[in-house]
């Protein structure tokens, strides 16, 4: 792998030599080392044909041991950006990429997005390139390389966009929503994110079909009663020393009295202000049987009723994912031998881990079930209020949650009746609204070596006027911030 090594230099600041260290047991993930110190500057990882289809590099850990500084480089133009991640995608890619688009990352960094094209329909081919993080000087932080096979079908083209525009308008596309805007509550129309596209066949595509993407199921559920304490259900004990301050309360191992400043908690609420509170517990556990999913539920529930009150009123519960039942389990004897050996393999090196694990080491966290309460008013969903409560499957503990709380006070100030009518809502989201035919993923067809490609007519906006939301008192129409800088 020097050439690999050698090619890589290019692209890390610096040019430090370096080497590449594979993990014994799997010869695809790699740390990329200093050769002469040892230092650990970032991963690779590989598919198994060998082809780079990861890449990350600690840009901090390289400057911090290397004579180097960014200050050193100049910032460089987006074309020229563009032209340094062309060259990494030539140097690990296929050869026909198309720049597809680049955006703002954070305030030093940008994706650079190179994809494969369908010649015969000029489309971009999703996820068929590579997508790169570089920073304003040129230099390559992170890359993921999209190095597997696929296929274009080309079913036969029924409708044309305007066709595909007027079936997808007989479905909703805006829904009432609650904004909250500087701590003030608005009724707001947002786009009805159920459907996205429509088949070349003129069938409607479901976001559960277009994008693989199901749905939880949701439940009210009776009113809970508190027969806990909150502390009770965070395995907080009498043994434990407490510790009060304006951040929140906080219980430490009773042995940690005399460094409280350095130890850790065992148990903390963190409340960032009336309307924001942190819960998390690390008290000890040990594998044993499960404890009944229903239990857990009902732990899950007493602990934010003794927190919230009346969440029977104020929330909804999410369905816990079952297994599928058409899922089909192989037997022993249905297993080839070199299906039973990669098994077998597989449970020694689980087995090896499970040994090493130290039982005090931090990352030993219990395993744990999320409940996921939703939070609606007056009938409508307020998702961004969800709360999600982990609880462990051993103990019953309350192992991690965070609330954050809507105002009640803005909540009932609120004019629940929409001056601007959803029919009205739904032709400003028409008159923005266009389609445009694009390569998809072939999900019902999917197939684990190859990527299948079919062909739909997707949602599209003019640049910059992707609708976020439509004030549904006053009609104004808010967009999507769009961080796009360049398009292929």
Known sequence: MKNLEFILRDYIIGRPVISIEYDEDDQTIGEIID?????????????????LTSFMIDMEEIMEHNDVSLDEYEELTPDELIGCAEDFAKDFCRESLHFKEMTQWNGESYMVIFEEKDMALNLFIPNSGVTIEINKQGFIISAVLFQSYYQLTYPDIQISAEDAKEIICR???VQLGIFE????????????????????????????EF????????????????????????????DMYKVETENGTFWYDSLDVENVQTADPIVKIERTDDLQLDYESSVEWEESEELPEELLEE??????????????????????LQEDEDIEFLNEED?????????????????????????????????FTTFTFIRHYEGIRMDEYSIHVNVGVYTGVIRDCSIILPDESQLLAMNMEPVVSIEV?????KEHLQMKLARTINYEDEDEDVTLYGLDYVMDFPQNRRIERIDATTGEVYYEFSDVLREG
Request: hydrophobic fraction near 35%.
């Open 211 to 238: 994008l693989e993407e199901k749905a939880a199921d949701t439940h009210e559920f009776k009113p809970v009663t508190v027969t806990q304490s909150v502390e009770s259900l965070l395995g907080v004990t009498d």
């Open 299 to 320: 732990r899950a529930k007493i602990f934010l009723e003794a927190i919230i009150g009346n969440i029977h009123d104020k929330y909804i519960l999410e369905d816990q």
């Open 171 to 173: 479905y909703p596309l």
């Open 335 to 367: 297993l080839t031998e070199e299906e039973r050996q990669f098994f077998e393999e597989l449970e020694k090196m689980e087995a090896d881990e499970d040994e090493g694990l130290d039982e005090d080491d931090e990352f030993n966290f219990e395993p």
């Open 35 to 51: 050769a002469h110190r040892g230092l650990i500057y970032g991963h690779i990882e590989l598919n198994d044909e060998q082809k």
């Open 425 to 429: 809502a739904k032709t400003i989201f």
């Open 181 to 208: 805007d500087s701590g003030e509550m608005k009724l707001v129309y947002y786009p009805n994110r159920e459907y996205l596209a429509v088949h070349v066949d003129g069938q409607i595509a479901t976001t559960e």
